[in-house]
């Protein structure tokens, strides 16, 4: 007859097991994330907490994010939560404009998608202000084919967003999941909560 457990070993079974269940849900199935700054505005504020799916482009193994399981494929508008290529221990969230293959041009901050103007239902322009291209690529880039397995993401405040004009292509590998809703929105400013916000569905 087996001696029967303590109390203790009881406790710490259970917060072993919860442990667990916390890792495989954060590394697998969703995780909670904080919007740091003003790129996305006017879709998302800083402030906003979101959930991130983490399954709906496939299973991935942990840290060194091979594709164990396949379950679809990023689509063009989607909000990505992706490892910023310049400094891997950050996050960073913004959407899908291009997809392998396509080839993506700005002209006087108009997207030009495979040769035709692309309907930017999205993107938010705060600054009258047209810069060359021999200055920099905010407001004429291109074209550029976006390679395999790769995308090309900008935020929705596109004149205040550092993203794939200036810093190139985000690996499929390094996009960690699709922003699902808001759950919390908390303006540090006015130290107002923004009930509103609540339940939003980002699409």
């Not at 072993?16 to 890792?23: S, Y």
């Not at 790129?39 to 906003?48: A, E, Y």
């Not at 190139?168 to 400013?189: H, Q, R, T």
Request: proline share 7%.
């Amino acid at each position: 007859m087996s001696k029967p457990k303590s109390k203790l070993q009881e406790y710490i079974e259970a917060i072993i097991l919860a442990i667990l269940i916390a890792f495989f849900i954060r590394t697998f199935v969703i995780q909670a994330y904080k919007i740091p700054s003003g790129s996305m505005k006017p879709t998302l504020l800083i402030g906003d907490h979101l959930l991130v799916t983490k399954f709906n482009y496939g299973v991935k193994l942990p840290l060194i994010r091979t594709t164990l399981i396949p379950l679809g494929t990023p689509k063009r508008g989607d909000i990505v939560v992706f490892v910023y290529p310049e400094d891997r221990s950050k996050d960073f969230i913004k959407r899908l404009i291009g997809l392998p293959g396509d080839t993506i041009e700005i002209r006087d901050k108009k997207i030009i998608l495979n040769g035709l103007p692309w309907n930017d239902t999205h993107g938010v322009y705060v600054d009258s202000l047209i810069i060359p291209a021999s200055v920099q690529p905010r407001d004429n880039f291109g074209p550029a084919t976006v390679p395999e397995n790769s995308l090309f993401v900008m935020g929705d405040n596109r004149d205040e967003s550092y993203d794939s004009r200036f810093w190139g292509f985000v690996p499929m590998k390094d996009v960690l999941g699709k922003a699902l809703v808001i759950y919390w929105s908390w303006n540090s400013e006015d130290h107002d909560i923004r009930w509103k916000r609540f339940g939003t569905i980002l699409n």
